[in-house]
């Protein structure tokens, strides 16, 4: 086995925050340990709590090169795998026709078009692959990934095997929307990303959002906390937190008030339902003592 990336959990730590991303000690333990080992790293938790974050910081903290497979309903091989050139297969065709040569090699490299994971696997140690939401493809398309997973290579009739020498590292998200196979657990290093401390999310609104102030950075982090136990559809994640934050410093105030929560009302929460509630109860979500 090489070398870890990282001497230690403490220097994983020391690098994320580096890079304005602020994890616990868990999830930077869980981080450590996927890089060292080369395994997967599944996060699950709500949307908007910084799991497919942990990507694209990695990205940057590595110097490997982000790819990303965003599932959706449908999703198959083909979208993530690869594909075959056929505007330029038919125009080698007409060439060759044009010219009375034979069409020869109409399935080789040269047509071959690289989708996400094939991508990732020619690059291998050198790239970051983020498979996300994949709680969003269905069990069929889960089976299959589960292959890829297991041994970084793939069989291409026309080419041959195609296999990573090294395999890159693989960040997998899930918001949880149904539960994945016990099998593809089996596989991963397994970490539940929930809502961050009210410390933690002061002190990632004032890495993310600089010119926010400290005390109006606290009042929206706690008015944040009270909202998400209403009974909303969407609780706001963090990056909403700090679009608010950022908001309400922009207009000039700072302090959160009732008349500036209204007014910025849409930068947190996203639901015209859920902003029914929110307003029905802003004096408990301001605290009851913030309504001028």
């Known amino acids: 086995m090489s ?8 220097e994983l730590e020391e690098s994320l925050r580096a890079h304005s991303y602020l994890p616990d000690r868990g999830l930077a333990v869980a981080i450590y340990l996927a890089v060292s080992l080369d395994r997967p790293l599944l996060l699950e938790g709500e949307a908007g709590v910084g799991k497919t974050e942990v990507a694209k910081v990695l990205s940057e903290m590595m110097d490997r090169r982000l790819i990303r497979l965003q599932c959706y309903e449908g999703i198959d091989s083909t979208q993530a795998l690869y594909d075959w050139d056929y505007s330029r297969q038919l125009v080698a065709i007409r060439a060759a026709q044009a010219e009375g040569k034979p069409i020869d090699d109409l399935f080789g490299g040269a047509f071959l078009v690289e989708r996400p994971l094939l991508d990732a696997i020619r690059t291998g140690r050198g790239a970051i692959l983020l498979i996300d939401e994949l709680d969003r493809a269905d069990n069929e398309f889960e089976a299959f990934l589960l292959e890829v997973l297991g041994e970084f290579a793939v069989t291409v009739p026309e080419v041959g095997r195609i296999a990573a020498t090294k395999p890159p590292t693989v960040v997998i998200t899930s918001n949880r929307t149904r539960e994945l196979h016990d099998a593809l657990k089996r596989r991963c290093l397994y970490h539940w990303i929930d809502h961050p401390s009210l410390e933690r999310e002061v002190a990632i609104i004032r890495t993310r ?8 950075a606290r009042e929206v982090a706690m008015a944040v906390e009270r909202l998400r136990t209403l009974e909303v ?3 706001p994640g963090v990056a909403e937190t700090i679009d608010w934050a950022n908001a309400i410093s922009f207009l000039g105030a700072d302090t959160l008030e009732s008349k500036t929560a209204l007014e910025t009302l849409g930068a947190v ?10 307003v029905a109860h802003l004096e408990e979500v301001l605290g009851g003592d913030n309504t001028k």
């Open 3 to 10: 070398a870890p990336p990282f001497a230690s959990v403490k």
């Open 209 to 216: 959002a600089p010119d926010v102030r400290e005390s109006l």
């Open 233 to 235: 559809a969407k609780r």
């Open 269 to 278: 929460v996203k639901d015209h339902e859920d902003q029914q509630v929110v």
